[in-house]
């Protein structure tokens, strides 16, 4: 059923993307970069999952942009919480976990005419979709409310071409949108397309016609725009706002399958590239190829999904983000089997992906390396992990075969799933292989029970916030005590300032007072303290509240965090440490200089390493992760296998010198192009505005240049000495350094100087000496430990022969059975050869305590042993009296036991031993 291209010249996924892009510039529209995949200011986000991600706060008015109207193509992830599409990823042709979303904006610039008519013309003239088959959706309240969207239904009626007949109306949940329960809001549009009378999928269904919004696969939504009008400040309650705001969002798979007429969003050539890589890697012909198109897609999904993620810093791993990453990876692997892969063979697929995409996104070309070996080692952990799951199913299989069960229930499944990544498919051609079932509805239950549990974690996190701290800022700002960008957030220049409490906040609600012993969250019109982030942790400090001319504070609340629950607004938490602190009341606001001062430090000295291990190891040298407190630095990097003694040595030397050089430290704010233009290094986890902070250190030219919205000392000279504590594998192709700075390299200094001090007073030598005086005691002790071994023989030996005078004859057999002084279980074994040497026929059984613990040998020479004598039986008869056990050959055997005071008393039993046994 593949249509007619309906473009004359077929243009290609990259130039109707660039086409896009060009259109809108043309109209007057700034082209900004995609955002990470990572949301930089959203921590209830997983992932960017739309173009408007970027812009909330501009729409929320908490941040500004030096333009007013935008356009790009968005990097978006939707694979979680409430939009849950992995599952369905593979099994259709237009679900993906990564998609690009194209989108134009207006801060209070143009509306809805303008939008509509660009819209129109996009698509109709410049890619001359067919006018007669568009139709448009508008908002009409279906509970009368809120008014009718005219405006835009009049806008779509004078587009040139559109059939009037084709402007629909449609209630809440089509066409209106909501940020969350308040906040910005307004009524959308949407352009359908009708991919005609052959797509409908229920033309046979009796009742079924084919409509907008209906339920068969005939009409396509193109391309939604969100007027945004109006601010909800409760269930009932919309105001229009000062400024109207356009959000628009197009799929780009969708609309370049419908102009280049295929059928499937991997039929265009956005996909075929990756799929031809598959088909290439796999060895497959077309027919197989088209019979194995499920796995197919799940795999080119996918891979494209990882190697995006991983450019944008997201390694796998068991949380979050890196969970998903993980799970991407593992289901391509585990669909690779199907096409007969055995080996890891998804970085083959992803140069693909690179190839088809790194023009657009340049991250991709510039991680490449990153991308194809982190992918080949998580298919290889991968591997790992369901050999491991594997044997614990056959050990459950050996389980229920002694208990007669041929089925295996679904929550055992579940639990391989779960705990080994065992997958299902897995799980049941093992168990078919070896006669078993598996209780797959079981399975379903038990994930979906699981999947609940996880859901509503998610749905707390996302809720909880929301109202009440909107509901605070709302309030200041209605009362004049704020301004319409919230609290002030300023941590970069003073530590301390005065400012009038604006509101004292217990369990999310506003109250007028707390007293001394209670926890409080506390507003004031700016903060100087720093909020978490970039790695780097919050500042801790003080509000105090002083009569005027004393400095005995009337009271005080000692500050744990800053924090920034909702856009615009942030709160100091913290408990009231004396007094009743009430709102309105003078407060003076302090960090913990001392603390912060650390955390300086210990912030520049990690951009200082980061640039110097890219010196020393190389380019590859990416950062994976920081961390940033008062007693120390942890700096993640990808690099493969372990810095020599050298290598860091090296590093240490180099930041120290550029400790020394005392270069200055300068923060600039600049537009992110020009930043990353500088080679600013684009670090994991940052917001990516239009304009961003950069830390620039180095003169005349940067050594270190990054986008940073870290706090940081004036001069490196400031971070006084820096050491590495250690060097450790964080992951795979991950590398872990801990160093300290400042105050906490100075105590790590004297207390190691402190230990060698003493260690040089108890060898009576230098400092410098230890090392080679050490070594030489060790020698000597060598010697000495090796000339105590041989005296031990020697006398031992000695021992030996006055033992040999004294040996019994028990019914015709030589028997020896005697304590010797202080000889360990190997010394006694040979002395029972030499007792063997020496007596041709007979027992010989020694005992004897070391290290305070009794040991005991027995031998019996062979000739003995064949008339039914045992050295185990015996050495096990006489450990018993000390408390112990052993045992051995009937030849030799030996036994420790506790008590070494019974040791004479146990070897008293021998020879009645010896008596017993022969007399059978
Ligand atoms: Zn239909
Ligand atoms: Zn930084």
């Known amino acids: 059923m593949t249509q007619k291209p309906v473009l004359t010249k077929k243009l290609t996924g990259a130039q109707i993307r660039q086409s896009f892009l060009d259109y809108f510039a043309a109209h007057g529209h ?38 007013t109207r935008a356009a790009d193509s968005q990097k978006c992830m939707r694979v979680s919480g409430k939009h849950n599409d992995l599952e369905d990823v593979g099994n259709d042709n237009i679900h993906h976990t990564f998609f690009e979303m194209l989108g134009n904006w207006s801060f209070g610039d143009y509306y809805k005419a303008e939008a509509i008519s660009w819209a129109w013309e996009l698509l109709t003239e410049v890619w001359g979709l067919p006018k007669q088959r568009m139709w448009t959706t508008c908002f009409q309240d279906e509970k009368g409310d809120i008014p009718r969207d005219d405006e835009a239904a009049d806008a779509w009626r004078r587009q040139p071409g559109l059939d009037p007949s084709h402007v629909l109306f449609f209630g809440r949940k089509d066409n209106f949108w909501e940020m969350a329960e308040t906040g910005p809001c307004g009524p959308d549009s949407e352009l359908h397309f009708d991919l005609g009378p052959e797509y409908c999928d229920k033309a046979g269904v009796p009742g079924h016609v084919c409509r907008v919004n209906g339920d068969c696969k005939r009409f396509v939504e193109l391309w939604n725009l969100v007027f945004i009008q109006y601010n909800r400040t409760s269930p009932t309650d919309l105001t229009l706002l000062p400024r109207k705001h356009v959000d628009t969002g197009m799929g780009l798979d969708r609309v370049v399958s419908i102009l280049q007429g295929v059928d499937s969003n991997y039929k265009t050539d956005l996909f075929s590239p990756i799929l031809d890589a598959i088909q290439r890697l796999a060895g497959q012909t077309d027919a197989q190829r088209e019979a194995n198109f499920t796995p197919y897609r799940v795999i080119a999904d996918h891979a ?39 080996q890891p ?83 049941r051609d093992i168990a078919r292989e070896r006669g078993f079932s598996v209780d797959e509805p079981g399975f379903v239950r038990a994930r979906e029970a699981h999947a609940e549990a996880s859901r509503s974690e998610i749905a707390t996190i996302e809720g909880d916030m929301a109202g009440s701290y909107r509901q605070v800022l709302h309030d200041l700002q209605a009362a004049s005590k704020l301004g319409p960008d919230g609290v002030e957030y300023d941590p970069y220049n003073e530590m301390e300032l005065e400012e009038p ?23 004031v019109g700016q903060s100087c303290f720093y909020i978490e982030g970039g790695g780097q942790v919050a500042d801790t400090g003080f509000i105090a509240h002083y009569a005027p001319g004393s400095d005995e504070p009337l009271w005080e609340i000692e500050i744990r965090e800053a924090i920034r629950p909702a856009a615009g607004l942030i709160v100091h938490r913290g408990t009231v440490t ?62 493969q296998g372990m810095l020599t003694q050298e290598q860091l040595d090296q590093v240490t030397r180099l930041v120290n010198e550029a400790i020394l050089a005392n270069y200055p430290v300068e923060a600039e704010h600049m537009a992110r192009e020009a930043a990353v233009a500088g080679g600013a290094m684009a670090l994991f986890g940052e917001k990516y505005g239009a304009v961003v902070r950069t830390i620039r250190i180095g003169e005349p030219e940067p050594f270190s240049f990054e986008l940073c ?115 360990d279980a190997d010394t006694l074994r040979e002395m029972t050869d030499w007792f063997r040497a020496q007596v041709p026929s007979g027992v010989v059984a020694l005992g004897s305590v070391f290290d305070n613990r009794p040991n005991f040998v027995v031998a019996v020479t062979d000739d003995l042993v064949k008339r039914g004598l045992d050295a185990a039986k015996i050495v096990k008869a006489v450990a018993k009296v000390v408390g112990g056990g052993g045992g051995g050959k009937p030849s030799l055997a030996q036994a420790g036991g506790k008590d070494p005071s019974r040791v004479n008393e146990a070897l008293a039993q021998v020879k009645s031993l010896v008596q017993a046994s022969l007399s059978h």
């Open 709 to 823: 919205g870290g706090t940081h000392v004036l001069e490196t000279a400031d971070v006084g000495p820096f050491i590495i504590t250690t060097e450790e594998a964080a992951a795979a192709g991950i590398r872990r350094i801990e160093a300290v700075t400042g105050r906490a390299a100075h105590e790590l200094i004297q207390k190691r100087l402190g230990a060698l001090g003493n260690v040089s007073t108890y060898l009576k030598a230098r400092p410098e000496e230890v090392d080679r005086k050490v070594l030489m005691f060790m020698d000597e002790l060598q010697s000495a430990q090796k000339e105590i071994v041989r005296l031990r023989r020697e006398l031992a030996q000695v021992e030996l022969d006055n033992l040999l005078t004294k040996i019994e004859n028990i019914g015709g057999v030589p028997v020896l059975a005697g304590a010797v002084k202080n000889v």
């Open 345 to 427: 063979f998804l970085a083959g697929v992803a140069e693909a992906v690179i190839d088809n995409y790194g023009a657009a996104y340049p991250e991709l070309t510039k991680f490449r390396t990153t991308i194809l070996q982190t992918l080949t080692q998580e298919e290889e952990r991968f591997q790992r992990t369901v050999d491991v799951g594997v044997a614990n199913l056959n050990d459950l299989l050996d389980l229920l075969t002694k208990q007669n069960v041929k089925t295996v229930s679904g929550g055992d499944a579940f639990n391989l799933y779960a705990t080994f990544g065992l997958p299902l498919e897995i799980t």
């Open 578 to 639: 004396s007094g009743a602190p009430r709102e309105g009341d003078l407060a003076w606001v302090s960090v913990d200089i001392e603390r912060r001062w650390d955390v300086m430090r210990n912030h520049t000295a990690t951009h200082l390493l980061q640039a110097e291990l890219r010196e020393v190891l190389g380019d590859h040298v990416r950062q994976a992760g920081s961390h940033v407190t008062p007693d120390r630095l942890r700096f993640d990097f990808t690099h």
């Open 501 to 523: 409490v604006l509101a004292l906040i217990q369990d999310g609600q506003r109250v007028s007072g707390v007293k001394a012993g209670e926890k409080v969250e506390v507003v």
């Open 30 to 67: 700034t082209i900004v970069p995609s955002a990470s995949l990572v949301p930089g200011n959203d921590p209830t986000l997983l992932f960017t999952n739309s173009g408007m991600v970027q812009f909330k706060e501009v729409f929320l008015g908490t941040d500004h942009r030096p333009y």
């Open 304 to 342: 494209r999904a990882a190697a995006f993620l991983i450019g944008d810093g997201v390694i796998p791993g068991n949380n979050g983000r890196n969970y998903v990453c993980r799970m991407v990876i593992r289901r391509a692997a585990r669909f690779g089997g199907k096409l007969g892969f055995t």
